[in-house]
């Protein structure tokens, strides 16, 4: 019996223990150092992009260059290390993560609130997306612009009607915000609980 | 149990008033939505070729000219100005029923100006329209007559116009400037006065010495300048009607950096007498005379005043600290006060027409001249220029929109313009050897 328990224990841990990992490999990792913040007594400096790695060079001819088909190099296996262990395990966390509703998503669903309050902010960015005011405005009356515009959203998400509810009595202003609702065209569509809502008019208060 | 049912009672109870609370102003006004954030960007303006029945040469200068000027205002994108952006229609005429927008929209164009130009003996006659292409609509309309050699002032006209409408303010490019160049030699330099984009340079003197420094009188009829006769630095006025010089200080070791109140009345210097440069004033113009008042008295240098627009009070360099600053005061010499503290060695001082801002040259820390602003109210400093050679000596427009300097960036110092934030930047001079630059008024 005690033999039979210690063979059954030597069984199960050489097919269900995890796998050893070999402490030889060593997995490189890099750390991004911040940077420290600029001393206060030098002068600004203005952002600068960083510079991109050179290019590889390009070969361009007018005519594709034939080139003669190699047959696939047959390569025996290698065995699995395990960076690629931690490669796949990653992808297939990926390929699961991306399976599953949209970025904003939320696992259990959400209630008709909160879907709503998502719905306005998708509302929110995409109108900001095209809020481009030129800056032929001057600064000095920047501040003081505040405008009113009224947006009727059909089911399919399309803006059926815009009027101007406030002016905020400077016509560049005034014009860069119908502009933009133009160049808004569309919004996802409503939710069902907002369908009406949305369709009755919503009003966007436009502030510098 | 009782509380656990007066518990769920109470929030029932919330969830209905909430609901309420919710639903009524639903029913009443529809929900409003806060969009704050603008993306302020250069408008996309876009100016066809004009149409010339005749004058075909003053129609290309007069159509170049306008898209520089509205180039350099950094208020409208260069993209959508470059007529190499597009090809436009000659024959799609001058209205609103025959022109296409939509071809207009379709390379981004959100303006267009349009223009007619003739010639009617030796006279110019420039029509032109500004459009709205989104709206199909026309937004103004002007007709000019000018003789035809003055070609490149009704383009700075039309210029000005185009500025006034979009931003309610004056534009900058009806006014000269005035500036050093390098005569025959390089320590030869003369006082020229130009347009503002430096056509039309004009030598207004003639001393074979070297003169540098030179700032307007505020109505804009004579350069004060400093002039090195026999290498002593004395301060001069060239009259620019008679081009004659009227000397206004040969006092002490050095007389540097005049600014005439913005009230045309009163004259601040930096002048040595005791070994030491201190800010001085004098009164100038009817009933002058008298000894100046020194406003300064610390010890260390203090050099090139510079006048706010109010008149009350003068930015200056100063060295009283160990290394060059920029301090600012009343012009009566009280409440001086420090500016910069960053940087090293900070100089050249120019106080913006609109007050808020003083653009300066400093050293940063590689040793590299640029421009900066302070803000005279909040102390914050901003840069102009960067890793583009060396640049110095900023002057305002009288719009306070534009700020033209010397810069090496391409070779020579040269002439450059830059809107304050520094990014328009547009090079006015080729193959000189400019220095000091100072932005005039705007011509009457």
Known sequence: MVHALLLLGLLYSSLFAPPRINNQETIHVKLARLGTPRDTKLLPRKPTEPTAPPAPPVQVSAVPIQSKPTPPRETAPKPEKNQDILKNALAKLGAQADQTGQLDGFEHGTDDQTEGDLYWARVKDRVLRFYIVPNTIPESQRHKLSASLEIHIAADGVISDTRMETSSGNPTFDHALVDAIKRVKAFPPPPAHLAKLARDGVVLEFQP | ?444
């Open chain 2, 1 to 444: 149990m009782r509380l656990s049912w007066f518990a769920s009672a109470l929030t029932a109870m919330a969830a209905v008033v909430a609901a309420v609370a919710v639903a009524r102003p639903a029913l009443a006004t529809p929900p409003k939505l806060v969009i704050a954030g603008a993306n302020f960007q250069p408008y996309p303006l876009a100016v066809a070729p004009f149409e010339a029945a005749s004058g075909r040469g003053e129609s290309q200068e007069l159509f170049q000219t306008l898209v520089d000027d509205l180039s350099a205002s950094g208020l409208f994108s260069k993209a959508v100005l470059n007529p190499k952006g597009y090809l436009a229609d000659p024959h799609e005429g001058f209205t609103v029923a025959t022109i296409k927008f939509p071809r207009w929209s379709d390379v981004g164009a959100e303006g267009l100006v349009k223009g007619t130009v003739r010639l009617e003996g030796s006279q110019l006659v420039a029509d032109f329209k500004l459009f709205d292409v989104l709206a199909a609509q026309e937004q103004l309309h002007k007709t000019y007559r000018m003789p035809a050699d003055q070609v490149r002032h009704l383009a700075h006209r039309f210029a000005d116009d185009l500025i006034q409408f979009f931003t309610s303010e004056p534009g900058p490019f009806e006014s000269q400037i005035a500036f050093a160049k390098a005569v025959d030699h390089p320590r030869r330099k003369e006082i020229f006065v130009a347009d503002w984009d430096a056509h039309g340079q004009r030598q207004v003197t003639k001393n074979t010495d070297l003169d540098l420094l030179p700032n307007w009188v505020p109505d804009g009829s004579g350069v004060i300048y400093t002039r090195y006769e026999d290498q002593h630095p004395d301060l001069v006025e060239v009259l620019l009607g008679s081009l004659k010089n009227k000397v206004l200080s040969k006092r002490g070791d050095l007389n540097s950096g005049g600014a005439v109140s913005p009230d045309g009345r009163k004259l601040a210097w930096s002048m040595s007498v005791d070994g030491n440069a201190d800010i001085y004033l004098t009164d100038i113009g009817a009933g002058a005379g008298g000894e100046p008042t020194r406003l300064t008295s610390e010890p260390g240098i203090d050099t090139s005043p510079t006048w706010s627009p109010d008149g009350k009070q003068l930015a200056f360099v100063s060295q009283r600290g160990g290394s060059p600053q920029i301090y600012m005061m009343n012009s009566d010499g009280s409440a001086v006060r420090r500016l910069t503290y960053q940087g090293s060695y900070n100089q050249t001082p120019r106080w913006s027409p609109r007050g808020d801002l003083i653009a300066f040259t400093a050293r940063d820390e590689r040793a590299v001249f640029d421009l900066f602003t302070i803000n005279v109210q909040t102390g914050l400093v901003a840069r102009i220029t960067q890793d583009q050679g060396s640049n110095s000596d900023p002057s305002w427009a009288p719009n306070g929109r534009l700020l033209v300097f010397v810069s090496t960036r391409s070779g020579k110092p040269e002439l450059w313009v830059a809107t304050p934030d520094g990014n328009a930047q547009q090079q006015l001079t080729h193959g000189g050897d400019y220095s000091t630059p100072a932005w005039g008024p705007r011509l009457p």
